[in-house]
């Protein structure tokens, strides 16, 4: 049998995927069939395309992507739980020439860091807001979120989401497209290759129009904790789309009115 | 710009004070009895002058961890409050000082605890010089006794915090915050446009990624970096004590007072003298670090140190460790808002000397 060099296989013309230059070699933490690493794939690849590795501040969450610093070659700020959009706010107005991004579980965004989500977004600052919503907190174990559908199980609603109890999940997307300060509101999901796709364009346009002025641009990716759902990865995915699609219908909410 | 002579609210002077210091940045909430200090800073508007962004934030927590934000790109950044609202921003304040960022921080303190009232006080001298927050922190601490220093240590504070990459207070009161002195102002100074090489402005190629964070999940480096914190206070403590006496040499009992009580005892001195009662006063300027070598060795030849605060006996205890036993210490106190007058002092000084 001829040897085979891996040099003879993968040449230029039929590369078909190349790791973006802004992912470290870092191995990931995240458990397998999680959506983060699409994600954090998809926002890198934004990042090396347009050229904004020497202009791009991102802002940490306190959450499962806690530590997503050391998997992007850029500038980052770990911010305590919640706070992500004060810390972005800071920054974009004190270098407004920057590109800058705060990533966000639904814990983070939804419960301990509302009054900062809500008033970032009605100030209208000019900001990326990546929310990634797994209705559930994932790296304290699997307990309850704000975004968990009403009746799905977690360690601290373990007979199942009683909204008469503890509400219904809310619709941080729909709440912050109501308020003129936000210029783009959008749900994605990462879970097809078309979903990986559209979330990239998301991105593409959310970069454009901060460096518009045109306020803040809010993405959701509606995604999947095999963990703390304690599913495979393709259950995740298949529940996902039977039961969180419905609840958080994808696609855009509000776009920016050309001018 | 010349130097100015103004008539001020200490409030107003510290706002004004930012402005010439060159800050680039003030994050706040409204809350009596600082709000001026975010009302001056609208009306002068310096966004439009130095560049200055000035922000009414959602909260103080918000205020705070804007302040951390900026901090982390290595701008000058600061934010005021009173009491109940350097509560909030304690969660910002640890997060500042475990990511060893420079900031400043104002408080001019109401009584407590809880909503309490909103005149002066002194009740929060343990949250400011013990850390605050959770974790073991401290920040540098300094303590203005008139309009003058409310405006002066506006630039030494953002000196400290830049010095040592730690995050610096000035805690005031609510009379000092209020009243109105003569002020000299300093010349407008210059925004830095430098880039510090450990900020987070964007990733330039010739340069590693840099990472603002608190957070180490290994015990051992969580370690060595708390020891390396501590020695950062250690050289703190060693560098930068300040304070002033009146009277001292002489004196058989020394009173030890900071910010609005120092004044009230400069004058409860010279009613004692004039008594013949051999008082003099040490009044701390930095509260962190804590003036202990000297209190030590005024200890020796002294009958005894009352600490006067408004507040239950909190610098007290920092008092007491000080002399370590040499001489005996007490300390009086008004509360809730209560200021002492110079004659109640002098009358509680002849009950310590008492017994």
Known sequence: MAEVNIHDIIKPENLAYRKSKILTDNVMHYCPGCGHGTTHRVLAEVIEEQDLQSKTVGITPVGCSVLMYNYLDVDFQEAAHGRAPALATAVKRLMPDRFVFTYQGDGDLAAIGTAETIHTCNRGENILILFINNGVYGMTGGQMAPTTLPGMKSSTSPYGRDVKMMGSPIKMADIVALLPGTCYVTRQSVSTAAGVKKLKKAITKAVQYQFENRGTSFIEVVSNCPSGWKMTPVEANKWMEENMFPYYPLGDIKVPQES | ?355
């Open chain 2, 1 to 355: 710009m010349e130097k100015e002579i103004r008539l001020m609210k200490g409030n107003e002077a510290i706002a004004e004070a930012a402005i010439r210091a060159g800050a680039d940045g003030y994050f706040g909430y409204p809350i009596t009895p600082q709000s001026e200090i975010l009302e001056y800073l609208m009306e002068a508007n310096p966004q439009a002058t130095t560049g200055m962004v000035v922000l009414q934030a959602e909260s103080e927590v918000a205020a705070i961890n804007m302040v951390y934000g900026g901090a982390a790109c290595g701008k000058k950044v600061m934010t005021s409050s009173s009491s109940p609202g350097v509560s909030l921003k304690q969660e910002g304040i640890t997060y500042i000082a475990g990511a060893e960022l420079p900031c400043l921080v104002v408080n001019v303190v109401r009584g407590g605890p809880g909503l309490g009232t909103i005149q002066p006080a002194q009740s929060d001298y343990f949250q400011a010089t013990k850390g605050g927050g959770h974790g073991d922190y401290h920040l540098i601490v300094l303590a203005p006794a008139s309009v003058q220093e409310m405006a002066d240590f506006v630039e030494l504070a953002f000196d400290l915090a830049f010095r040592y990459r730690n995050p610096a207070m000035i805690l005031s009161d609510g009379a000092i915050g209020q009243m109105m002195e003569k002020v000299e102002l300093k010349p407008f100074k210059k925004r830095s446009e430098e880039i510090l090489p450990w900020a987070t402005t964007g990733k330039p190629a010739a340069r590693e990624r840099n990472i603002i964070t608190s957070l180490d999940l290994d015990p051992e480096r969580q370690e060595r970096f708390n020891l390396k914190l501590i020695a950062k206070y250690r050289e703190i403590e060693e560098k930068e004590v300040r304070y002033e006496e009146f009277q001292v040499d002489d004196a058989d009992y020394i009173l030890v007072a900071y910010g609005t009580s120092a004044r009230i005892c400069q004058k409860a001195i010279q009613l004692a003298r004039a008594e013949g009662i051999k008082a003099g006063l040490l009044r701390p300027i930095t509260l962190f670090p804590f003036p202990k070598k000297r209190l030590n060795e005024l200890a020796s030849g002294v009958k005894g140190m009352l600490a006067v605060e408004m507040s239950a006996g909190q610098m007290v205890e920092d008092v007491m460790l000080s002399v370590n036993g040499k001489t005996r210490v007490s300390h009086y106190g008004r509360m809730g808002g209560m200021i002492p007058t110079p004659e109640e002092v002098v009358e509680n000084l002849k009950l310590f000397i008492k017994g």
